[in-house]
């Protein structure tokens, strides 16, 4: 198997709404998106599928040393051997990468956030970066898209956030700020220990009010992000845009489902996606 197909393989296996987007890009653009896009799924995935935290570790410092030996021209792994060759065409740098794995670490090391400023570092790291990288891929001209990205994929993140309450507690995780949960007195234990069978109308509404709170600050980025794409980058950056689109009709569906979240997890079809990337691609239309 050669690098490329490696990539390939790793972007299509994860089910990502980020891979509907990608298919409208011209070849070489792919390529370089899905080597990218394939290196943050095997960092992620690390911290995933941990068992033991002291094992993920090393891999994760496995992969700091990887990326470096790759910016020496010296990649081992086909994942950065597939993305080795578009790194110089569209400005990825070392930094890039090693910010995506610190996000992971931040993941190793801590399971709750303090505030929505301790968050933020959080959703920089892991997604606000992905979103500069993947700008540059796309094709941005405009130095003030990378504000506009940037804002997008933290976007990007809370929305996972809000779909994942529930997968993250049964992991020990929770994401959504304890400042926040105090605010709606909503208690952590009650997260982490969710039984719809034992679940209260009391708990479901301090809940939904919680959750309807962290869906208007996702919805305030969405909307920021968009005033400040520059018209110039506008066609250039449509992946992106697709993107925004599939996540943000997700975000519509967990708010009028009432956010089941904390027992099920909420999916749009892959024909629902197709159909959002494509009405982006045809239309101009987010």
């Not at 891929?137 to 990007?156: E, M, R, S």
């Not at 794409?229 to 569906?253: E, H, N, W």
Request: contains cysteine; proline residues 4%; glycine residues 4%.
């Amino acid at each position: 198997m050669t690098p490329e197909q490696y990539v390939q393989d790793k972007a299509a296996s994860s089910g990502s709404s980020f891979y509907y987007a990608f298919l409208f890009l011209p070849p070489e653009r792919r390529a370089a998106i899905t080597a990218f896009y394939a290196f943050c799924r095997e960092v992620d995935d690390v911290v995933d599928d941990a068992v033991d935290m002291g094992i993920a570790a090393k891999k994760l410092a496995w992969w700091q040393a990887e990326v470096n030996q790759t910016f020496h021209d010296k990649p081992t792994h086909p994942v950065m051997q597939a993305l080795l060759p578009h790194c110089k065409i569209y400005g990825i740098q070392d930094q890039h990468l090693q910010a995506v794995i610190d996000g992971c670490l931040m993941d190793l090391q801590q399971t709750r956030y303090l505030d929505y400023t301790d968050l933020q570092r959080y959703c920089h790291l892991v997604a606000g970066v992905v979103g500069e990288v993947a700008a540059k891929i796309f094709g941005q001209t405009d130095p003030q898209t990378t504000q506009y990205a940037h804002k997008l994929g933290q976007a990007f993140q809370l929305t996972n956030i809000i779909r994942d309450v529930g997968e993250d507690a049964r992991r020990g995780r929770i994401y959504l700020p304890m400042s926040e949960l105090k605010q709606f007195d909503v208690k952590a234990h009650e997260l982490l220990n969710y039984s719809k069978s034992t679940a209260t109308t009391d708990f479901d509404q301090r809940f939904q009010a919680l959750m309807q709170s962290q869906t208007q600050r996702a919805h305030t980025l969405y909307d920021d992000a968009m005033q400040l794409l520059p018209a110039v980058d506008f066609r250039a950056q449509k992946p992106g845009l697709m993107m925004a689109s599939i996540y943000r009709s997700l975000l519509r569906k967990i708010e009028q489902e009432r956010y089941p979240v904390l027992n099920q997890r909420t999916h749009l079809s892959p024909l629902r996606k197709l159909w959002l990337a494509w009405k982006v691609q045809a239309l101009g239309r987010v």
